[in-house]
C-alpha cells in the first residue's frame, strides 16, 4: 500500500509560484510514473503532468506548459509540481497519484492507483 501526502499548497499573486511536494510512504516510489491532477471548484478533476520512473520522461496539459515543472527526488520517495507564472484559472485542489509498478505514462486519472488527499492553491488577480 502507498500513502501520498501532499505539501506546498498556499494564497499567490497572479504571476507568483509555488512548488508543491508529495511524499509517499510505504513503498519506494522509484518503480512508479507519478502524476498531478488538480479540481477546480464546479469543474472535473483534470490532468497537469506526468513524470516516468527515472524522471526523465514527462508530459504536461497544454494549460501548464512552459509555467510548469514536474520532478522527483527517488531517494527522497518524492515528487514535486514547481508552478510559475501561476494565473487566476490555475486555482484547484492539486493531486497527486501513482500507477502501478512498471505502468507506463499516463494523463487518465483511471489509470492511477494512488492518490494523495489533495492541497489548496488559490492565486488572486
Known amino acids: 500500500q502507498v500513502q501520498l501526502v501532499e505539501s506546498g499548497g498556499g494564497l499567490v499573486q497572479a504571476g507568483g509560484s509555488l512548488r508543491l511536494s508529495c511524499a509517499a510512504s510505504?513503498?519506494?516510489?522509484?518503480?512508479?510514473?507519478m502524476g498531478w491532477f488538480r479540481q477546480a471548484p464546479g469543474k472535473e478533476r483534470e490532468f497537469v503532468a506526468t513524470?516516468?520512473?527515472?524522471?526523465?520522461?514527462?508530459y504536461y496539459a497544454d494549460s501548464v506548459k512552459g509555467r510548469f515543472t514536474i520532478s522527483r527526488d527517488n531517494a527522497k520517495n518524492t515528487v514535486y509540481l514547481q508552478m510559475n507564472n501561476l494565473k487566476p484559472e490555475d486555482t484547484a485542489v492539486y493531486y497527486c497519484?501513482?500507477?502501478?509498478?512498471?505502468?507506463?505514462?499516463?494523463?487518465?486519472?483511471?489509470?492511477?492507483?494512488?492518490w494523495g488527499q489533495g492541497t489548496q492553491a488559490t492565486v488572486s488577480s
Open positions: 497519484a501513482a500507477r502501478g509498478i512498471r505502468a507506463s505514462l499516463s494523463s487518465d486519472s483511471n489509470d492511477y492507483y494512488y
Open positions: 510505504g513503498r519506494a516510489l522509484s518503480g512508479s510514473v
Open positions: 513524470i516516468g520512473r527515472s524522471g526523465s520522461a514527462t
